[in-house]
């Protein structure tokens, strides 16, 4: 089984819809991040978590909100999407921060917004 | 701002090598990470460099100037299971990863 698993892995929505993406994951890490990949540019932290109480602004929060619902849960929600949200999403976990701690993704979410 | 840079696609022939270059201006560094993106998958982890020098893990190496804002991948023995996107990204100040846009790696028969 997957470590990190992201429902749904596709989604056609249309503009002014409110959309959630989940993230849950197995591996027992604290940190959990959310992140957008678009053609042609890095990824982009949206939101990351590094405990259940703590949920922290990335570089494009706009338009996006988080819920940490239990360590392995991580939701994020789009609550009037718009079409250039249309992206590929990714989850990711770390065992820690600082030092040689790799980040762990799941298999995306391939979101359009019509 | 902060900025890394890697080319966008390159060719390579199999059974041959080819270095991925990497560049970055970043707050603060702690750490720099190569991870590979198949198309339409997740990345996945392949290197972690702090300290100057190169690290060698199999047929992929890794190396690191911080003096200089530079990186490479190194690849030997190319196989066709090769040919996908390959991510650096540094680990800044605040210790939060910033990206390249990737370089997509074609291996040609």
């Known amino acids: 089984d997957a470590d990190v698993t992201q429902t749904p892995r596709n989604r056609i929505t249309k503009t002014g819809k409110r959309i959630m993406l989940e993230c849950s994951q197995t591996k027992g890490h604290d940190r959990m991040y959310w992140y957008r990949q678009d053609p042609g540019l890095g990824l982009r932290l949206i939101y990351y978590?590094?405990?259940?109480?703590?949920?922290n602004k990335g570089e494009i929060s706009d338009g996006y909100s988080v819920s940490r619902q239990a360590q392995a849960k991580f939701s994020l929600s789009l609550e009037s999407a718009i079409p250039n949200q249309t992206a590929l999403y990714f989850c990711?976990?770390?065992?820690?921060?600082?030092?040689?701690?790799?980040?762990?993704f799941g298999p995306g979410t391939r979101l359009t917004v019509t | 701002g902060q900025n890394i840079d890697q080319p966008t696609e390159m060719t390579a022939t199999e059974g041959a090598i080819v270095q991925i270059n990497c560049t970055y201006q970043?707050?603060?560094?702690?750490?720099l990470f190569w991870y590979q993106q198949h198309a339409g998958e997740a990345p996945t982890f392949l290197s972690y460099?702090?300290l100057d020098g190169l690290e060698e893990k199999g047929r992929f190496s890794s190396f690191l100037s911080r003096s200089k804002g530079y990186s490479y991948l190194l690849l030997k023995e190319l196989q066709m299971k090769d040919s996908a996107s390959y991510l650096c990204?540094?680990?800044?100040?605040?210790?939060?990863?910033?990206w390249g846009a990737g370089t997509k790696l074609i291996i040609k028969p």
């Open positions: 978590s590094f405990d259940v109480k703590d949920i």
């Open positions: 990204a540094v680990k800044d100040s605040n210790y939060q990863l910033i």
């Open positions: 460099n702090v």
């Open positions: 970043t707050s603060g560094f702690n750490g």
């Open positions: 990711a976990t770390s065992e820690g921060v600082a030092g040689p701690y790799e980040q762990y």
